[in-house]
């Protein structure tokens, strides 16, 4: 995807050929800071503190997390110690551990010293994979988009509303939920995206409006609450979504309040429709809603706000009484029986166990 006409994928490896680069999620969009991560600590706190954050490119920089460990000591020890500590970053998505996983088993059975260049090499087939992946997502969803522009007045735009951000900032390049959309824009559609804030940490509001902006698609940034009133409105015409998580049931988590979303979209009669990536399958839960763990994240995300002041300095103030706690789970599950259908690399399909097997028999 693009910034101002040039080409980016959201994590590369440097010049120096070894050190990793990812853009530092915390400073947009007010500051386009690069980062460099030269150990697997450093990307651990990158994780952690959602310098990089969106499940599909969690995986893959943990994935060249792995490879930065492994080039100080090839060590099994090493290997095994950086995945356990690398998993327990973040809870909820779970290419984090799908990617992890793809790296032991890659590495394992080697001798150390051909674990290095070995650790290289599948961490960019991860990544590559993903970018793969999200293109053959917005292939596959652009036909949604393509209809419903169909049946209105030509020229007219098609509104999606989507929820946290699920661009190319949050993958390697392309993104789930807004590959259709950014396929939409390129062939020349017109399309519009309604562009929910995402409280408490603003994900759509300072990366999903960045990022479409930067590649020229238009959208308006809306207060999460104003979702319901739009498609009360008929000003909805489809949402897309991400996720972070998909259960074998067809059961969806993603960024706490896409399940109010999926409320007020069924009871007006718009398309709920969520992008999933192969690494984010999950046919270890049966159940989302009772099986997929839901991270709690610190109050401070809640009861703080970070914003550029009118003279240009970047402040963050506290907007709830001193004293008044705050709770902060971060993702919420969105029952199987609310999605329209999900889109995939290989295809759509229904959100079931049937749908999902359908398209992946290899998951039996």
């Not at 080039?71 to 551990?97: E, F, H, I, K, Q």
């Not at 088993?105 to 961490?123: D, G, I, M, S």
């Amino acid at each position: 995807m693009k910034i101002d006409g040039k080409h980016y994928r959201s994590v590369w490896v440097d010049e120096d050929g070894w050190s990793v680069r990812i853009f530092d999620q915390t400073r947009l969009p007010w500051a386009l800071d690069v980062l460099r991560l030269t150990d697997e600590m450093e990307v651990a706190h990158a994780i952690r503190t959602m310098q990089v954050r969106g499940a599909p490119v969690i995986g893959a920089v943990a994935a060249y997390g792995v490879a930065l460990a492994v080039r100080r000591d090839p060590s099994t020890a090493r290997l095994d110690t950086c995945v356990a500590m690398l998993g327990r970053t973040r809870p909820t998505a779970v290419n984090l551990a799908w990617a992890l996983g793809r790296m032991r088993a890659a590495l394992h059975n080697l001798p150390p010293t051909e674990r290095v260049a070995a650790a290289y090499a599948e961490a960019a087939v991860i990544a590559d994979d993903d970018a793969e992946t999200c293109r053959r997502i917005g292939a596959h969803g652009l036909p949604l988009l393509r209809e419903i522009a169909e049946g209105k007045p030509a020229g007219e735009a098609v509104n999606v509303l989507t929820h946290c951000n699920a661009g190319w900032l949050a993958t390697v390049d392309w993104g789930t939920a807004l590959s259709p959309i950014y396929h939409a824009h390129d062939a020349g559609l017109p399309v519009h995206v309604w562009v929910d804030e995402t409280r408490p940490r603003n994900q759509g509001a300072a990366l999903t409006a960045w990022e479409l902006g930067k590649h020229g698609v238009p959208h308006t940034v809306i207060s999460d609450n104003a979702g319901g009133h739009l498609m009360q409105r008929g000003r909805v015409d489809i949402c897309i979504v991400g996720t972070d998580r998909v259960a074998r049931n067809g059961d969806v988590a993603n960024k706490i309040g896409t399940y109010l979303k999926a409320l007020a979209a069924r009871d007006n009669g718009v398309p709920f429709w969520v992008a999933m990536p192969h690494s984010t399958l999950d046919t270890g839960v049966g159940d989302g809603v009772s099986g997929i763990p839901i991270e709690e994240r610190e109050a401070a995300e809640v009861t703080n706000l970070t914003g550029r002041t009118a003279d240009g300095r970047l402040e963050t103030v506290r907007v709830v009484p001193e004293g008044s706690p705050a709770a902060n789970p971060a993702f919420d599950v969105t029952p199987a029986r609310l999605v329209t259908g999900l889109v995939t690399e290989r295809g759509r399909c229904e959100a079931s166990e049937a749908g999902l097997l359908g398209l992946y028999p290899e998951k039996r």
